[in-house]
C-alpha cells in the first residue's frame, strides 16, 4: 500500500513538506507543463527543430540551458556533500567557468561555420569516418556510465531524504522511497524529451534556473542566518575547508579508494565499504582539472548541443559567455550550503543533522550526500521549503533530459543515417523518439547498480577523468594544427579509450566489494598500483599518452588533404571568414568576459585557506 497520507494531508511535522508547500510545487510544474505543451506544439516534424530546436534560440535560452543542463540534481546533491566533507576543494571544478569562454572564443565558430548536429560529425569533417563511429559510440557508453547513472542516483537521494514515508509493497516486495523517486524522474523526463526535443528540454531549463538560483540563494542565507553568520561558519569548518590547494597527500590517505569498516552496535565489522578519496590535491586540479572542464565544457555533446541551436556565430558566443556567467553561482550556491550543514551539525544548532558527523568530529561521506535537501527539511519555512524542492526536482529532470537529447541525437545523427542516409526527416524524428525512450529504459535498468553509490560526485570525476582525456587532446589539436590526420585521431582515441576502460576495469570489482575483492588486490601488485594510482594524475597520464600517440602517428603517415581542412583548423581559415568571426563580436562581449575573469581570479584569491 502507498503510504502517502502524511505528506497529501500536509502534516505541518518539522521536516516535512506542508500544504503550502505541495501548492507551490503543483503551481510550479504546472507552469513547466504548460511551457513544454506550447514549446511541442510549436514544433515542426524536422530533424534540425527536434534536436538543435530549429537552430532559432536566443542567447539566454543558451546561456541557462548549458548551465541548467551542468547544474543538474547530481550536482547540487553532489557539491553539497563534497562541501560537508571536503570544503572548498571542488570549486576548482565550478571556477572551470573559462572553459566556456573558450568554448565561446575558439569553439564555436568552428561548430558554427560547419552547421554540424554534433561532435563526431564534426570530427568527421576534420578527420575520418571511423573517429566518428569512434567518439559516437563511447560518448553513448560515458553518458550511460556518468551522466544517467548519477542523475539517477542523485533523484534517488532527494526523494529518499524528502519522502522517506513514501513507501509501496507489492506482493511482499517492498519498493522504498528511492525506487519510487527515481522511476517517476526517468518516466516523467523521458516523456516531454521523447515529445519536445530539444526545444523542450531548452526552455524548460530557462524556467528551472530562475527557480534553482532564487531557491538555492534563499537556503545559503536561511543557513548562514541559523548559523550566526560567515564567520561562524569559518570557525565551526576551519580554515582547511576554506582551501582551494590541497596538500599532494595528506596523512592517512593512500591512492584513490580507502577502505571504511561499518559496524554494528557492538564493534563488530560487519562489512567492509570503499569510498573514493576526495581529498583533490593541488596537482591533480591544476593539471587534471582544466584537461576534464576543456573537455565537458568546449567538446561534450551534451552541453555543446545548446549552442549549436542558435542561429549564428554572435549568439552562440554570448551565450557561452552568459552560461559562464551563470557557473559562478554554484560556489556560494550549492557549495556554501554543503558547509553551512557540517557547521551545523557539529554546532548543534540543528540536532537533526548531529547523525552525519562521525567520531572523529568530520562528516561521514555517506550520510553528507542528502546536505542538501537535510537543510532544505530542517531549515526553509513553509512555501519557500516548495520553492526549493521544486527547483531540486526539475533539476533532476533537466539534467536528465539533457542526457536523453543527447543521446537520441547522438544514435539518430551519428549511426542512424549513416545506416540509412535515405531517410526522411519524418523518420529521422520518430528515431530519436525511439531512442530517447531506449534510454529511459537503460536508465531504469542502471537503478539497481547505482543505487548503492558513494561519493557520488566523484564518482563522476573519475569515470569522466578515465575517459575525457583522448578526446580533449584530438580536439584540441586537431582544431589547433593542420598537419594531425586522421590516422593519429584514430590510434589516439583508441589508446586513450583502451587505457581508460582498463582504469574502470580495474576499480570496479574493489569498489563494488565482489567476493575475492573486498581487501583490494595484494599490496605492492600492478593492479594494487593502478588501483591505487590517484584518479587525477591516472587521467594526467592519458591525456600525455593519447597525445604521444596522436603526434607520432600523424608525423608517421602521410600528410592530410589541407585542401579538406578549410576553415576546420586555425591554420587553414581564409581570411573572410577571420574578417567574418572578427565582425561576430564587440567590446560588451569582451568585458562580460573580463568580468567573468575577474570573479574567478577574486575566488581564488579568497579560498586559499
Same mark, same amino acid.
Given at each position: 500500500?502507498?503510504?502517502?497520507?502524511?505528506?497529501?494531508?500536509?502534516?505541518?511535522?518539522?521536516?516535512?513538506?506542508?500544504?503550502?508547500?505541495?501548492?507551490?510545487?503543483?503551481?510550479?510544474?504546472?507552469?513547466?507543463?504548460?511551457?513544454?505543451?506550447?514549446?511541442?506544439?510549436?514544433?515542426?516534424?524536422?530533424?534540425?527543430?527536434?534536436?538543435?530546436?530549429?537552430?532559432?534560440?536566443?542567447?539566454?535560452?543558451?546561456?541557462?540551458?548549458?548551465?541548467?543542463?551542468?547544474?543538474?540534481?547530481?550536482?547540487?546533491?553532489?557539491?553539497?556533500?563534497?562541501?560537508?566533507?571536503?570544503?572548498?576543494?571542488?570549486?576548482?571544478?565550478?571556477?572551470?567557468?573559462?572553459?566556456?569562454?573558450?568554448?565561446?572564443?575558439?569553439?564555436?565558430?568552428?561548430?558554427?561555420?560547419?552547421?554540424?548536429?554534433?561532435?563526431?560529425?564534426?570530427?568527421?569533417?576534420?578527420?575520418?569516418?571511423?573517429?566518428?563511429?569512434?567518439?559516437?559510440?563511447?560518448?553513448?557508453?560515458?553518458?550511460?556510465?556518468?551522466?544517467?547513472?548519477?542523475?539517477?542516483?542523485?533523484?534517488?537521494?532527494?526523494?529518499?531524504?524528502?519522502?522517506?514515508?513514501?513507501?509501496?509493497?507489492?506482493?511482499?516486495?517492498?519498493? @522504498?522511497?528511492?525506487?519510487?523517486?527515481?522511476?517517476?524522474?526517468?518516466?516523467?523526463?523521458?516523456?516531454?524529451?521523447?515529445?519536445?526535443?530539444?526545444?523542450?528540454?531548452?526552455?524548460?531549463?530557462?524556467?528551472?534556473?530562475?527557480?534553482?538560483?532564487?531557491?538555492?540563494?534563499?537556503?545559503?542565507?536561511?543557513?548562514?542566518?541559523?548559523?550566526?553568520?560567515?564567520?561562524?561558519?569559518?570557525?565551526?569548518?576551519?580554515?582547511?575547508?576554506?582551501?582551494?590547494?590541497?596538500?599532494?597527500?595528506?596523512?592517512?590517505?593512500?591512492?584513490?579508494?580507502?577502505?571504511?569498516?561499518?559496524?554494528?552496535?557492538?564493534?563488530?565489522?560487519?562489512?567492509?565499504?570503499?569510498?573514493? /578519496?576526495?581529498?583533490?590535491?593541488?596537482?591533480?586540479?591544476?593539471?587534471?582539472?582544466?584537461?576534464?572542464?576543456?573537455?565537458?565544457?568546449? =567538446?561534450?555533446?551534451?552541453?555543446?548541443?545548446?549552442?549549436?541551436?542558435?542561429?549564428?556565430?554572435?549568439?552562440?558566443?554570448?551565450?557561452?559567455?552568459?552560461?559562464?556567467?551563470?557557473?559562478?553561482?554554484?560556489? !556560494?550556491?550549492?557549495?556554501?550550503?554543503?558547509?553551512?550543514?557540517?557547521?551545523?551539525?557539529?554546532?548543534?544548532?540543528?540536532?537533526?543533522?548531529?547523525?552525519?558527523?562521525?567520531? @572523529?568530529?568530520?562528516?561521514?561521506?555517506?550520510?553528507?550526500?542528502?546536505?542538501?535537501?537535510?537543510?532544505?527539511?530542517?531549515?526553509?519555512?513553509?512555501?519557500?521549503?516548495?520553492?526549493?524542492?521544486?527547483?531540486?526536482?526539475?533539476?533532476?529532470?533537466?539534467?536528465?533530459?539533457?542526457?536523453?537529447?543527447?543521446?537520441?541525437?547522438?544514435?539518430?545523427?551519428?549511426?542512424?543515417?549513416?545506416?540509412?542516409?535515405?531517410?526522411?526527416?519524418? @523518420?529521422?524524428?520518430?528515431?530519436?523518439?525511439?531512442?530517447?525512450?531506449?534510454?529511459?529504459?537503460?536508465?531504469?535498468?542502471?537503478?539497481?547498480?547505482?543505487?548503492?553509490?558513494?561519493?557520488?560526485?566523484?564518482?563522476?570525476?573519475?569515470?569522466?577523468?578515465?575517459?575525457?582525456?583522448?578526446?580533449?587532446?584530438?580536439?584540441?589539436?586537431?582544431?589547433?594544427?593542420?598537419?594531425?590526420?586522421?590516422?593519429?585521431?584514430?590510434?589516439?582515441?583508441?589508446?586513450?579509450?583502451?587505457?581508460?576502460?582498463?582504469?574502470?576495469?580495474?576499480? =570496479?570489482?574493489?569498489?563494488?566489494?565482489?567476493?575475492?575483492?573486498?581487501?583490494? !588486490?595484494?599490496?605492492?601488485?600492478?593492479?594494487?598500483?593502478?588501483?591505487?594510482? !590517484?584518479?587525477? !594524475?591516472?587521467?594526467?597520464?592519458?591525456?600525455?599518452?593519447?597525445?604521444?600517440?596522436?603526434?607520432?602517428?600523424?608525423?608517421?603517415?602521410?600528410?592530410?588533404?589541407?585542401?579538406?581542412?578549410? /576553415?576546420?583548423?586555425?591554420?587553414?581559415?581564409?581570411?573572410?571568414?577571420?574578417?567574418?568571426?572578427?565582425?561576430?563580436?564587440?567590446?560588451?562581449?569582451?568585458?562580460?568576459?573580463?568580468?567573468?575573469?575577474?570573479?574567478?581570479?577574486?575566488?581564488?584569491?579568497?579560498?586559499?585557506?
Amino acid at each position: 500500500m502507498l503510504q502517502l497520507a502524511p505528506l497529501l494531508l500536509g502534516v505541518a511535522i518539522k521536516g516535512r513538506l506542508t500544504s503550502i508547500d505541495w501548492l507551490v510545487i503543483a503551481l510550479y510544474f504546472g507552469i513547466l507543463a504548460a511551457v513544454a505543451w506550447r514549446v511541442i506544439r510549436k514544433g515542426k516534424d524536422s530533424a534540425a527543430d527536434y534536436f538543435l530546436a530549429g537552430r532559432n534560440l536566443s542567447w539566454w535560452i543558451i546561456g541557462a540551458s548549458i548551465f541548467a543542463s551542468n547544474i543538474g540534481s547530481e550536482h547540487v546533491v553532489g557539491l553539497a556533500g563534497a562541501g560537508a566533507t571536503s570544503g572548498v576543494a571542488l570549486a576548482h571544478y565550478e571556477l572551470h567557468a573559462w572553459c566556456l569562454l573558450v568554448l565561446g572564443w575558439v569553439f564555436v565558430p568552428f561548430y558554427m561555420r560547419s552547421m554540424v548536429f554534433t561532435m563526431p560529425e564534426f570530427l568527421e569533417r576534420r578527420f575520418s569516418t571511423r573517429s566518428r563511429y569512434v567518439l559516437s559510440v563511447v560518448s553513448l557508453i560515458t553518458f550511460v556510465v556518468s551522466k544517467i547513472a548519477v542523475g539517477i542516483f542523485a533523484g534517488g537521494v532527494v526523494f529518499g531524504t524528502l519522502f522517506p514515508e513514501l513507501q509501496l509493497n507489492l506482493g511482499g516486495t517492498h519498493i @522504498d522511497s528511492f525506487w519510487i523517486g527515481s522511476v517517476l524522474v526517468i518516466v516523467l523526463t523521458g516523456l516531454y524529451t521523447s515529445l519536445g526535443g530539444m526545444r523542450a528540454v531548452a526552455y524548460n531549463d530557462a524556467v528551472q534556473v530562475i527557480v534553482l538560483i532564487s531557491g538555492s540563494a534563499l537556503l545559503t542565507f536561511y543557513g548562514l542566518n541559523k548559523l550566526g553568520g560567515w564567520s561562524e561558519l569559518r570557525h565551526w569548518c576551519g580554515s582547511d575547508m576554506f582551501n582551494l590547494w590541497k596538500p599532494l597527500i595528506p596523512a592517512g590517505v593512500q591512492g584513490s579508494w580507502a577502505p571504511v569498516l561499518e559496524t554494528d552496535a557492538a564493534g563488530q565489522v560487519v562489512k567492509q565499504a570503499w569510498y573514493f /578519496n576526495d581529498y583533490f590535491p593541488w596537482l591533480g586540479m591544476l593539471f587534471c582539472a582544466p584537461i576534464i572542464g576543456l573537455w565537458y565544457w568546449c =567538446t561534450d555533446q551534451y552541453i555543446v548541443q545548446r549552442a549549436l541551436g542558435a542561429p549564428n556565430e554572435t549568439v552562440a558566443r554570448r551565450g557561452s559567455i552568459f552560461a559562464a556567467f551563470l557557473k559562478l553561482f554554484p560556489v !556560494y550556491l550549492f557549495i556554501v550550503p554543503g558547509l553551512i550543514c557540517f557547521a551545523l551539525a557539529r554546532s548543534g544548532k540543528i540536532p537533526e543533522l548531529a547523525a552525519m558527523i562521525g567520531p @572523529d568530529g568530520k562528516a561521514i561521506a555517506s550520510a553528507s550526500q542528502g546536505a542538501f535537501p537535510m537543510l532544505v527539511q530542517y531549515l526553509l519555512p513553509a512555501g519557500l521549503r516548495g520553492i526549493v524542492v521544486a527547483g531540486l526536482l526539475s533539476a533532476l529532470m533537466g539534467s536528465l533530459a539533457g542526457v536523453f537529447n543527447a543521446c537520441s541525437t547522438l544514435f539518430t545523427v551519428d549511426l542512424y543515417q549513416k545506416w540509412k542516409p535515405a531517410a526522411t526527416q519524418h @523518420d529521422l524524428v520518430r528515431t530519436g523518439r525511439l531512442a530517447t525512450i531506449v534510454m529511459v529504459a537503460v536508465a531504469l535498468a542502471w537503478i539497481p547498480v547505482i543505487k548503492n553509490a558513494q561519493g557520488l560526485y566523484t564518482y563522476l570525476q573519475a569515470v569522466q577523468g578515465y575517459l575525457a582525456p583522448p578526446i580533449f587532446v584530438v580536439f584540441f589539436l586537431g582544431v589547433a594544427f593542420k598537419r594531425m590526420n586522421s590516422q593519429g585521431a584514430f590510434w589516439a582515441m583508441v589508446v586513450g579509450f583502451a587505457m581508460g576502460l582498463f582504469r574502470m576495469f580495474v576499480d =570496479t570489482p574493489v569498489t563494488v566489494g565482489l567476493p575475492g575483492f573486498q581487501n583490494g !588486490y595484494p599490496k605492492g601488485s600492478f593492479l594494487w598500483i593502478v588501483n591505487n594510482t !590517484y584518479f587525477q !594524475y591516472f587521467s594526467v597520464l592519458i591525456t600525455l599518452v593519447s597525445a604521444i600517440v596522436m603526434v607520432g602517428v600523424s608525423y608517421a603517415t602521410s600528410k592530410p588533404d589541407y585542401s579538406k581542412l578549410q /576553415n576546420l583548423t586555425f591554420e587553414t581559415k581564409t581570411q573572410e571568414d577571420r574578417a567574418t568571426t572578427r565582425a561576430s563580436w564587440n567590446w560588451r562581449d569582451v568585458l562580460a568576459s573580463a568580468v567573468v575573469l575577474a570573479c574567478i581570479l577574486g575566488a581564488y584569491l579568497y579560498f586559499r585557506g
